[in-house]
């Protein structure tokens, strides 16, 4: 997958330039389905409209950065609560060293982790956190790659996009 352009990340919208509203329209064609009994888009065109202000217009395109936030929040929640398909957990050698029953009881303290703050989740993305288990300090983190696991995520709030990486380690280990 290529660069992706602004309009393509999650939380974009487009903005009219002359009234500064989100109620942007574009030109399209539908087709009648009778299997869903509903008109389904068919194609999508170049004009765009600003359904406030009634000028056509070249849309100015902005980011939700909070509506962004909050879906990476709940993307990573879902994985550390294994309820994400795309997606990897590694579990280092040090914690699989100390057994199956062990690791079950990491990954449940994982799962039901909520104790973030300030200090260790700054962005308010979920994506880190310390836990002890049998008083054994753990450390968990998220991070965001691209699909193929080569480069970072072109956009960490798409799913699409986006294959995340659940990492939990004993802390010493880090």
């Not at 000028?55 to 550390?80: C, M, Y």
């Not at 294994?82 to 100390?98: F, L, P």
């Not at 960490?156 to 990492?167: C, E, F, G, I, Y």
Request: glycine share 4%; aromatic share 10%; charged share 30%.
């Amino acid at each position: 997958m290529g660069k992706l352009e602004l309009w393509d990340m999650v939380g974009a919208y487009p903005l009219c330039p002359n009234c500064n509203k989100r109620e942007v329209v574009r030109d399209a064609w539908t087709s009648w389905s009778m299997a869903e009994q509903d008109w389904l888009l068919k194609a999508t065109f170049d004009h765009f409209q600003c359904d406030a202000c009634g000028e056509a217009i070249t849309p100015q395109w902005q980011v939700d950065k909070e509506f962004r936030r909050k879906r990476i929040r709940r993307l990573n929640d879902a994985l550390r609560r294994g309820e994400v398909t795309n997606a990897t957990i590694v579990i280092t050698a040090g914690v699989k060293a100390k057994g199956q029953e062990f690791q079950e009881e990491v990954c449940r303290a994982v799962a039901e982790f909520t104790e973030f703050c300030a200090d260790n989740d700054p962005f308010r993305e979920h994506d880190y956190g310390q836990i002890i288990v049998a008083g054994e300090k753990l450390f968990f983190k998220i991070d965001y790659f691209d699909l193929k696991l080569k480069n970072l995520s072109p956009d960490p709030a798409s799913d699409r996009v986006t294959r995340r990486v659940l990492t939990i380690m004993l802390a010493r280990e880090y």
